[in-house]
């Protein structure tokens, strides 16, 4: 190839990038509403009063930022923290705590990942989704096991179903 080829050839290539990545330079997603967050914990920790489990509830957004928090009046000390881990251990690695906390059982090859800061391996973290996209994340914190944590969660989401659906 002659230069004057050559260049023009680079010069299309570097055009051809520079509006590949100017498309791709913004994202849009869709996050819950401080409402439908405080709504979501509202109702979780009332389900779990109704069972007779003083509970702490936490939503968490997309990027495991808390949104809202709730604590039961006995509910232990431990539980705001734990609800809150809980609900980010679900939105960081995209899954439920109850199935996180069979796969990262000692001799699971994800077992190290319990190593990491903040990661609670117990059920009562369930991600919210909507639309096919995850917005967040509730954790709840204080009822006897996992499952009926879990539980309490569910209620929590089915709260806002329909608020957060396209």
Not at 88 to 116: C, E, H, M, N, Y
Request: net charge positive; with cysteine.
């Amino acid at each position: 190839m002659n230069r004057i080829s050559l260049a023009a050839l680079t010069t299309l290539l570097c055009l051809g990038a520079t509006a590949a990545l100017a498309q791709g330079a913004t994202h849009s997603v869709r996050v819950l509403t401080p409402e439908a967050a405080t709504k979501a914990t509202q109702i979780a920790m009332a389900t779990c009063r109704q069972q007779g489990y003083q509970v702490a509830v936490a939503v968490v957004d997309r990027f495991g930022i808390a949104q809202a928090l709730v604590r039961d009046r006995f509910a232990g000390p431990h539980t705001p923290d734990t609800a809150i881990n809980k609900a980010w251990t679900a939105v960081s690695f995209r899954s439920q705590t109850s199935d996180l906390a069979k796969a990262t059982q000692a001799g699971q090859p994800s077992s190290g990942i319990r190593q990491i800061p903040r990661f609670i391996g117990v059920g009562g973290g369930m991600l919210i989704e909507a639309g096919g996209s995850i917005i967040g994340a509730i954790g709840v914190s204080g009822a006897p096991n996992g499952d009926l944590d879990d539980g309490c969660a569910k209620a929590g989401i089915a709260a806002i179903r329909d608020e957060i659906e396209i």
